[in-house]
Every structure is written in C-alpha cells, then in structure tokens.
C-alpha cells in the first residue's frame, strides 16, 4: 500500500503529521507530537459529555470513575481496540476494571492517520499514546494538587487515584475529572513517562474488549448496521476492469417482490490512472434496492445486463503464464537495484542455480462480505462501514459527491476480517451513490460470489532467479527477473519489488529486475503486501542454491547475513525507518533452529543429502525452514509436514521465532495474530488461487476458494524474543516465511521442488 | 405469507416467504444480528445455528421446511449449560480475532460438547471443519473446545 492512498483524507492534514514523522533515540518511528492528536477536544458527537471530563482527544472520565478511552484506528481483529487502550491506560495509570473503549469518530485534523494496514498502528502509536495518557495523570495531578493547595510534585497515582502522601488524602479520577478537563495540557514532549518495569497493564494478556459481545452475537459488525427506514442493496458491477455498461432488463427486475428501484450506477471519475491509488474498482454496475436484502438478491439474480467488457475480455490466467514465459526471455522494463556486475560473476560462478518460481492472484476473502450502510441526505452523507481506510473514504465519498469532507460522517464499526481489503473503499463509494440515487438510507451487501469476484486481488509474480556460488560455498550473486502487473514501468498496486529484498545489502552483485503486463482485474494490498508472495520465491530458491551448495539452509542463510551489524534503511512512505539489524536477524534464526530441533530431528533435506524421502511409497515426512524481515519484525521459521502416498500434504507443526521488540503491549492478542497469520499462510499455500477467464475472475464461492479449515491446521509454537528495541506491529510479518518453510519441508521430503502456488498433489504423489 | 417458528424458546410469527433462509428471517425480520452471513451455500459455518439441538446452516435452510423444530441461536446457547461453558471457554482463552466466525464456531463446539462431552482430536476436526476462520484461529478454538470439556487444553498432536 502506497502512503499516498492513506494520506489523502481530501482535506490534507494527515499528510502533515506523516511528514512530521521523526526518530526517536534507538530507532522506531515517532510522530510529532506538535501535531494536535491529544489538544483539548470535544467528546465524540455520538456520546455528547456527561458530567465529568474530557481530558483529551482519547480520554474521558466520568464521576463514577468510569474512563472511557478512544480507539483512534479501525478493529479488524488484529486487537488494536484493546491494545490501544492498554497504552493509554498504562500511562493515566488507570483502574483497568473501569475502563470503556469506544471506536473514534473520523477526523484526521484530531487524531493524526486513522487506519490499520501495514502494522503500522503499534509503531506509529506507541509512544504518542503513552504521551497521551501520561499528559492526562498530569492533569488529573494538576487537578488535585490545586484542590488540595500542594505542590504537583508532592502528588502520586494508583490505579485510578491521585495520593498526597504527606497528609495522607486522596481523590479519586472522578472526582477530579471535571476540575482535570480545565486544566492545560503539558508539553507532550517533556511528559514524564512511566518505567516500563512499572508496567502493570501493558504486557498483561487482557482479552479483546469486544469478545463479551461477540460470544454473545451482539450487533457490532458493519453488516449488522441497521438505521430507520433502512433499504438494502445488491450491486451487480462489471466483471471486467475497464468494461462498461450497455443495458440491462431492469423494467422486468423492477416488478420483482419487494423491489423498490434498480438503476444503472455509472463509475465515477475516479481522477488517476487506472492502476493506481485506493479508487480501484470503481466500476459501472447495477443496483437493486429492495425491502430485504433476500428479496433485492432475488431480484438481482434475474437480472440480464449487456456489458461492453472493454479491452481486458480475452485475458485469462493461463494467458499471464504464456505472457510471463516470453517476457521473462527479453530485457526487463525496470531494474530495482544493481549491485556489482550480476552477469560475470554468474559466468564466473563454479556452482550455478537456475530456477523459476511463481505465485497466483489471491482473493482477501474476508469471512464478512463486503458492505455498507450509508444515509445520504441534504448535503451531507452518513456512513456505517467495517473499513480499514476511513480517513482516505471520508475524502473520496466528499469528491465524488462534491461535498466538503466536513460533511462526510463515518461511524467506524468491527471489522469481520480486513486483510487488506477494506482498504479500498469502493464498497463505500458504491453505497453512498447507491443511497443518493435511490433517496433513502441504504445497507449494501456483497454475496460470496461478488466478494471473490470484485476484489482488489494480490498480484500474481514470476520470478526468474539465477545464483552464482563461489568455490568457498559463498553465494556471490543472484538475479531475479519478476514479471507482474502493470503498464510499461508502471506497475499494479502492491505488485511490490523492494530494492532491498533479501540477500540485497548482503552479497557483493545482485539485480533485481521487473516486467509487466496488463491485468483484467485491479490489485492492491493483501496481508503483507509483496512480502506474502517475496519470501515464498526468494526462500524457495535460496533453499534449493544452499542445498546445491551441500550446505544446511539455516547456515547457508547465517553465512549471506555475516557478523551482527545494522545497515542503515533510507526514510520510508512514513518517515525515518529504524535500520536493518542482521544481528536481530541471526537472533531468529538461531533460536527457531534450537526450539525446533532441526539438527537432532534429522529431517531436513540435507540431513538425507541424495535422498530425500527416504519412504517413497509411504508418509513421507521432512522439515524446511525459512527466514524473512518485514513490516519492521524479524522472523525464523521452521515447519514440519508429511505427504502421503496421494501427494496430499499435512502441516505437522510450525516453529516460529519472532523478534518484534518490547514490550508486547498485548502478549495474548500477539500469540494469537502470530498463530493465525503462519495457519493463514499454509492455507494459502495449500489451496489458495484466483482464476481468471475472458478477464472476469471465476471463483465463485469458497468450494472454488478453499480456506484453511479445522482438520488442516497444523500445530503451532511460538517464541518472542524480548529485545530491547521499540515495539512494533504483528499483523503481518508471521505469514510471509512460513510459506516458504512448507514448500522446503514438502522438497525435505519429498525430494520435489514446490516452484509454484498453491502446492499441487498430483506433483507429490508415489501411488 | 405468515409463519410462526420457535427460536431460543419463543414463538415468533413471521412474515417472509417460505423460502427466504432461516438465516434472513433471524437476521433482518427478527432483527437477530448474532447469526452471520458468510457464503450463502453452507460452505463456512458462519451461521450455524440449532435445529432440534443439531447443528445446520441457516443460509440454505427455507423458513417453510422448519415447522415446529426448536432453534437456538448465538443469542440464546447461553441459556443452556454447555452454550455457557463453551462461551466462558471462548473468553478464557481469547479465541477471538476478528470474532465474524465465531458465533457459529460456538454453536457448532456446543453440538459437539452436547454429542461427545470429552472430545478427541479427531473429534474436533470432524465436528468442526464446517466452520472456516479466515483469521485461522483454530489454535485456540481447540484448546477452548477442551477447556469447556474440562480437558488438558494443550496442544499434543506432535510432541
């Protein structure tokens, strides 16, 4: 995801605190606190102040001690809406028991970037949350020291309560909150911060704040919205990216029970080139507007539309491979970085890999379908939507109806799942030109079909490796020539090719390279963007290079990291980056290489050097190991699998080794998103693939999108290292590695490359 | 038309056709937003509910096939012994992600724990993998499977 699509909130001032970003001593990024993310400021419209304080922009305090904190970014289930008050509550050195967590109104002029991708909320967040919370004990002190006539300096808090220890007097936040909220905020640079070894709420594994009302089946989801004189809508877009609507029978769909209109929505300017930026899908369809979403599903299903599928309708996926096969053969349109002189090192090379690697388009599938409810009336727009962008939706539904951003309302609801998806908000867009032409407040919601077939899909790469491995075993170049999404230079969103891709920085010559083609269908960010297809085909081959080499993979990727070092990273999208630590780096490795008792267990390939699955008509088990630093997290890797006599492939157990710093703000919530996301990357690996023909994508329901289920997780044990280096995001950086260590536990035993996603049996099979 | 089904111990008439799926009935007539929508082919288990105290999917079920069969859904299971202790299970051990799945995932282990109170392993993969988690929380679903079974919860399939 390029910065620019989280910026731009149309009114400009999120871009500001991004370029306002600075370092803080030990690396990490900081954002400025002159920017007024934690000035005084009203309480969220929809929760008018009762009596008590606002002290901040995230805090609020009740007289009955209740302390309702705000979550300024979206919950997609990564925890962010309890590890975000966690940070808070730390530093007011708040009650926990009596804390409340309420979801933030949209308003980037207040809180600085609101939206979750990246795993940029923990890095971001840290320490300007910390300040905030710890400008409001100060206050709440301020408060206290003026009631009682002491000196601030003189005053102490626990849980919830300001002491004057000299004369033995106390008050409780409620009491003072009132009195609190009058008082000037300190200067956030200069807070005083706790110790962290005081920490008694972060580091603590406190369930997530709305799991009471999802055990319960509470309303909280987007799709659970229902405001007065609501409609619902069905929205058949065009299959085709760049197609466009001719005609449809909408006189007969209009007749049908329950239907109140259906209508052509034409695609508005989105403003950019077609390859770029978060307008993607926006595209010509139909509407049905109905009493219920079952009768305007119905209704939709008779419909017959006409669509000039534009210049896209002989694509297909087996025409990307044939395209991908000869582009391969010709000069690159882009070179990301050369280093040295790839060519005659290769040629120079006594040992030399060859190897072709390549991973499908990918559907997000979230489990809760895309939707929204909007309300548009009167110049003004009110939007109910489960989205991981609201700052940037708000701007775009305020240009595309011609309205000022002020008028644009998003109620941010729980997310059923992002992924990356909900960061684009043509759902929204759709459902606000939905709501207008049809005059009436109107819930729109994607079927299964239309979910997988109108995404924003993970570019398909393939990659054309070449290493050169000198006499000492040392691997001394590499190149890599992908071929994916895009126009001449331009390429897709998220069809990403870091100049710094491992080994890049580690070994003398390397050229990384790229080629593209148009795609049918729009791309954009999926759960570690780049990454979750990167570290399967750079992994993948630099196994097969150590193993041509006869040398154990973790050595062989010990060895391209060398001695412990930091190599400095120029700034990134959202400021200065903390540098590349390759001793953080070595730290995984040597870890995951200990807990998993990869030399003791003997399974991995080098181990049966010759011969690898060494039962060939039976079970066939092996362990592969992969290493992989993202999203500013370093991690190790190993996996242990068992194909069968059918070629059929079972994850036994996954080892993972993470180095995310610290502290762990939440070590439950951190667990668990570590957990998911390495089961997330073997379901991908296992059956995970997007098909296209006559440029229209043919998945249509999860019998042809098959997600990992119950029977297929495999078991996972996780460890963090506790460094001492400021904590960052947990959303994506597990999965991209683990894919990688199957596909090279599948070669340990089977003795058979996996060069291509997902995993094909009929590859593996002996029977 | 007019239908009266019994859910979580209720009479509730109704009026849909009787081929509108249990699921929107629950959902949009009934205003029971527990119950989920997540692939309309009972292909994901999100809006697992009980029929007669058997797990099915409202998404295909029509209004008109139900009659007099008792439902519960994620708002009542609750109520019963074992809905409570596989909910109190599900906050123990933080289960939850991004919680869309999970309503049916608790009715469907509640079926399960109903069927076969100690389950096995296998058990679990058998009775649960109608029900997808996008967020892959299946660690957890597991071992809160055991702990509402007053099983060790720990994972030891492979050593």
């Not at chain 1, 600085?112 to 206050?139: C, E, H, T, V």
Request: proline fraction near 7%; hydrophobic fraction near 40%; include cysteine.
């Amino acid at each position: 995801m390029s910065a620019e699509q989280i910026r731009d909130d149309g009114a400009g001032v999120s871009r500001r605190s991004f370029l306002a970003a600075s370092t803080v001593a030990g690396g990490g990024l900081l954002l400025d606190l002159s920017f007024p993310t934690v000035a005084p400021a009203v309480a969220p419209a929809a929760h008018p102040a009762a009596a008590g304080g606002t002290i901040n922009a995230y805090i609020r305090i009740s007289p009955d001690d209740t302390v309702t904190i705000i979550c300024k970014n979206p919950e997609i289930g990564q925890g962010i809406k309890t590890s975000f008050p966690q940070i808070i509550a730390e530093e007011l050195d708040a009650d926990w028991k009596n804390v409340r967590t309420e979801m933030a109104v949209i308003d980037q002029a207040k809180y600085g970037a609101q939206f979750a991708g990246g795993s940029f909320s923990i890095p971001m967040n840290y320490d300007p949350l910390r300040r905030a919370g710890a400008a409001g004990r100060q206050m709440l002190m301020t408060a206290a020291a003026k009631t009682w006539g002491v000196p601030v300096s003189e005053c102490s808090t626990t849980a919830s309560v300001v002491h004057h220890q000299k004369s033995g007097r106390s008050l409780k936040y409620g009491e003072l909150a009132t009195k609190a909220a009058a008082v000037a905020p300190p200067d956030l640079k200069t807070v005083a911060l706790k110790d962290p070894k005081d920490f008694r709420i972060i580091g603590q594994p406190i369930g997530g704040v709305d799991s009471p009302l999802i055990v319960t089946g509470k309303p909280i989801f987007g799709i659970d919205t229902t405001v007065p004189g609501m409609r619902y809508a069905v929205f058949e877009k065009c299959p085709v990216h760049g197609g466009k609507f001719v005609s449809a029978n909408l006189d007969e769909v209009k007749k049908m029970p329950g239907v109140r209109d259906a209508f052509v929505v034409n695609a508005p300017d989105a403003g950019e080139g077609p390859y770029v930026g978060m307008q993607m899908g926006l595209l010509d369809g139909v509407a049905v507007v109905a009493d219920s979403w079952w009768q305007a599903n119905k209704a939709a299903e008779k419909l017959q539309i006409k669509w000039d599928k534009g210049p896209h309708a002989d694509h297909s996926t087996a025409g990307y491979a044939r395209q991908a096969e000869e582009l391969s053969k010709k000069d690159p349109v882009k070179i990301v970085r050369s280093d040295g002189d790839h060519k005659k090192a290769f040629a120079e090379a006594p040992l030399k890999v060859e190897a072709n690697y390549h991973y499908p388009d990918l559907s997000h599938a979230a489990l809760e379908p895309m939707n929204c409810t909007a309300d548009v009336r009167d110049g003004k727009v009110e939007i109910w939507a489960p989205t991981q962008n609201p700052g940037a939706g708000r701007g775009m539904v305020a240009k595309v109806l011609g309205i000022p951003p002020e008028a644009v309302t998003i109620h941010v609801t729980r997310c059923g799942g992002g992924f990356g998806r909900r960061l684009a908000s043509d759902f929204v867009i759709q459902s606000v030109l939905i709501s207008k032409q049809a005059g009436a407040p109107v819930k729109l919601l994607y079927d299964r079909r239309q979910d997988l077939q109108h995404d924003m899909y993970r570019p398909a790469g393939y990659h054309h490796f070449s290493a050169g491995v000198d006499k000492d075993g040392k691997l001394v170049t590499l190149r890599d020539h992908l071929v994916t999404y895009g126009i001449g230079d331009k390429f897709n969103d998220s069809a990403t090719f870091s100049p710094n891709e491992y080994p890049a920085r580690l070994i003398p010559n390397i050229e990384l390279a790229m080629s593209s083609m148009p795609f049918a269908q729009p791309t954009g960010p999926m759960r570690a963007p780049g990454s979750n297809g990167l570290a399967y085909a750079f992994q993948g081959f630099l196994d097969e290079v150590a193993f041509a080499a006869k040398q154990d993979p973790i050595d062989f990727n010990l060895s391209i990291l060398g001695e412990p070092r930091v190599i400095t990273v120029p700034p990134g999208p959202f400021g200065p980056m903390p540098p590349y630590d390759t001793g953080r780096f070595r730290g995984v490795i040597e870890a995951v290489r200990e807990k998993s008792g990869w030399q003791k267990a003997g399974l991995h390939a080098l181990a049966r050097q010759g011969t690898p699955g060494k039962t060939p008509s039976g079970p066939r088990t092996g362990m592969g190991f992969a290493c992989y630093y993202c999203h500013l997290g370093y991690f190790a890797e190993v996996v242990k699998a068992t194909v069968d006599a059918q070629g059929s492939v079972r994850v036994d157990k996954i080892w993972v080794v993470a180095d995310v710093g610290s502290p762990i703000v939440n070590p439950s919530g951190a667990l668990n998103q570590v957990q998911g996301g390495v089961l997330d990357g073997t379901g991908q690996a296992l059956g995970l693939a997007v098909n296209i023909a006559g440029g229209q994508v043919t998945n249509t329901n999860f019998h042809e999108f098959p997600l990992l289920r119950m029977s297929q997780a495999g078991q996972v044990e996780v460890h963090f290292l506790p460094t001492n280096f400021p904590p960052t995001g947990l959303g994506e950086p597990a999965l991209p590695p683990v894919i990688a260590a199957l596909a090279n536990a599948v070669f340990a035993a089977t003795g058979k490359r996996v060069r291509k996603l997902p995993i094909n049996p009929a590859d593996l099979k002996t029977a | 038309m007019s239908y009266t089904i019994k859910v979580n111990g209720t009479a509730r008439t109704v009026e849909a056709d009787g081929d509108t799926p249990l699921l929107w009935v629950l959902r949009d007539v009934l205003d029971m937003k527990g119950t989920k929508f997540g692939c309309g082919l009972a292909l994901c288990g999100c809006c697992t509910v009980h029929l007669d105290g058997a797990p099915i999917r409202a998404c295909v079920t029509p209004l008109a096939a139900i009659g007099n069969r008792e439902i519960t859904t994620i708002e009542g299971i609750g109520e019963t012994p074992t809905g409570k202790k596989v909910q109190e299970a599900w906050l123990a051990l933080d289960v939850m992600q991004c919680g869309y799945c999970q309503a049916g995932q608790i009715m469907s282990a509640t079926a399960l724990l109903n069927q076969k109170p100690k389950p096995t392993d296998q058990d679990i993969d058998n009775a649960m993998s109608g029900n997808i988690c996008r967020c892959a929380t299946y660690t957890r679903i597991r071992a809160a499977i055991k702990q509402a079974a007053d099983l060790p919860t720990a994972d030891t399939r492979e050593a």
